[in-house]
């Protein structure tokens, strides 16, 4: 039974080291911006299209002016292709996060991307919306990884996560 039901390496396709030397953030937060990259491309391509990046900035809390955000794209998108890549995702954002890194600035920008899942503003998202989130973002677990992921989340089995939660898992 050796290796069942390890999860495989959810962080495997991230070069922490160089995006570290690009970006002056902490491997968690580039964790975090990973995690944000991954809800955002949803077709999985492994790039976001460069004329979704204000959309994408703002859901995460950043405001640039549509100036500062054409210049920020000219400067990361070295190959002009109009895809960007994590690595590049990072270095974008390292522009507005390197500035201000304490727990409370992640946690803002942690709020309002739970606020985009939880567009009735309950305050809550549900553990099937968690799962799908999660099942997303992570495709090689199994529903068996999955099932136990929640079971921990929704200790009190109600089907709901608040955003606490939900920043410890993303965190």
């Known amino acids: 039974m050796a290796g069942h039901g390890q999860h495989a390496d ?4 991230v070069d922490f080291h160089e995006i570290q030397d ?11 911006l990973f995690n944000c990259f991954q809800l955002f491309d949803s077709k999985h391509q492994d790039y976001l299209l460069a004329d979704d990046i204000d959309e994408v900035m ?4 950043f405001r640039p002016t549509a100036t500062e ?6 400067e990361i998108d070295e190959d002009g292709s109009g895809a960007i890549e994590f690595g590049e ?5 390292a522009k507005f996060l390197v ?5 409370g600035t992640m946690r803002a920008e942690l709020k309002k991307a739970f606020r985009v899942f939880d567009k009735a503003g309950t305050g809550f998202i549900t553990t099937v919306q968690f799962r799908r989130i999660i099942a997303e973002v992570y495709k090689n677990l199994s529903e068996e990884d999955l099932d136990g992921l929640i079971a921990e989340i929704d200790e009190d089995g109600s089907g709901t996560m608040d955003f606490e ?3 410890e898992m993303m965190m």
Do not use: N, S, Y
């Open 10 to 13: 959810p962080w495997a396709d």
């Open 22 to 32: 690009q970006t002056c953030l902490e491997v968690d937060d580039i964790k975090v």
């Open 58 to 61: 703002r859901a995460m809390g």
């Open 69 to 74: 955000l054409a210049a920020l794209i000219e």
């Open 89 to 93: 995702f990072a270095q974008l954002c």
């Open 99 to 103: 500035e201000d890194l304490d727990p």
């Open 165 to 167: 939660v939900f920043c």
